[in-house]
């Protein structure tokens, strides 16, 4: 492997990514608000606290109605824990762009204007942490880490180091419309442990039935599913060594033919499931199920006309695979800290009094965020027995929150975007039958190794 060549493939692929989807870093940092407000990203001026002003602390984070929603809760509760005077600086920096940024400053060794604490994309944390070592605090000895979901410690651990605070999970589950499936010939109980096979075989039976498609997503990007099911089975998109895992990956070979049975059976709603039109496919019941996380919730119950139509349960289960389980994860986010901020020891403090101490923080925000938490002691709150009337009484946060004490700990590795992006370039050919699934998955790992240069 060249390791060399595959750190600044990484580097470059973050960065195009990065630049595609927003404007190109400034030579300032996004400016900081004034105390305890929340403000974009591209206002121009410096980001550092004001002199003097006693406990203060600057974050980046994006999704005013998830994160920063989250961020300023979780202010209040520190306030007070007995720090009445703590000011909380959230400035709103979309995902891509925190990317970005930070490899400007951590390239040029210019770390004025960067925040003290800082969220980060789980699939983003090895690329970052192994890359960029020394520029993210060591909270090892900080917190109890025995405490929270151990796959969500696991991608923010370096050589046995532990450099994030887990937040939200992204416990994953099948949503379902009731009353297409009943038309189907199917109940609930139908639904529950299903394997691949059988939820093709469902999807099949509802078009045929109801005319409706069975899922929603841009066919040729539907490796997210495969993402799924190789974390339920403790796998990833790459070896220990960094190499692809496709051609020797069973959970590859079978997803692929799942993916295609779905597009040649013409189950696939096919446009983007974050986009305009696959949101409100699923809102409007253009598509009959879903497969997505707990995040999604909020996203079903925003239309209270659908109220006890949607169901849902537990991802199928893979049938090539031995230990494959019927719980995953999908994405999430975690807090880290900038080992150059000038108040590392107040964020530390600040993350350990609230994100991992403080139960009922986590009661709150999952009443009014949603917000599903891998910090476990917050699990047994009183808020996860409550029933959601949307889907009929059932307690569906407790139910995800329990799937998400079952998900299989994979590393997630440096190179999530690229693997995807591989297998992308032949997942059509392959289900227009151009392509063998070999010769797929060969030319797909040839792929790979050319963009990180192996």
Known sequence: MKKTKRLAAALLTVMAVSTACVAPPKEEAPAAPAAGTTQAADSGSSGEQEPGTPEELTIWAWDQNFNIAAMKTAAEYYRNAGHPDFN?????????????????AFTSGVSEGMPDILLMGDYSAQSFLSNYKGKYADLTDAMDFSQFAQYKVNAYTVDGRVYGVPFDSGSAGLYYRKDYLEQAGFTEEDMKDLTWTEFI?????VKETTGKYFVVFTPYKGTHYIQIALQSAGEWLTKEDGSANFKDSAVVREMMGVLKELYKADLIMPVDYWSAEGIGGVQKGDVAAHISAVWYIPTLTSVPEMKDKWGYTNIPVLE????????SNIGGSSWVV??????????????????????????QILKEQGAVATYLPSLEGSAYEEGNDFFGGAK??????????MVPSVDYGMYTNETSDALR????????????????????EKTFDMQVGN
């Open 88 to 104: 909380l600086n959230i400035i709103e920096v979309e995902e891509n762009a925190v990317e970005t940024k930070s490899i400007t």
């Open 201 to 205: 075989e469902i999807g099949k039976k």
């Open 320 to 327: 090539t695979v031995d230990n494959a389980t019927k719980y």
């Open 338 to 363: 900038l080992e150059e901020s000038s108040n590392k020891e107040l964020a530390i403090d600040f993350l350990k009094t609230v994100y991992a101490g403080n139960v009922d923080f986590y009661q």
């Open 396 to 405: 569906i946060y407790k139910d995800f929150a329990d799937w998400g004490k």
């Open 425 to 444: 370039t032949v997942t059509q050919d392959y289900f227009d039958d151009k392509m063998t699934l070999d010769e797929a998955l060969e030319k797909a």
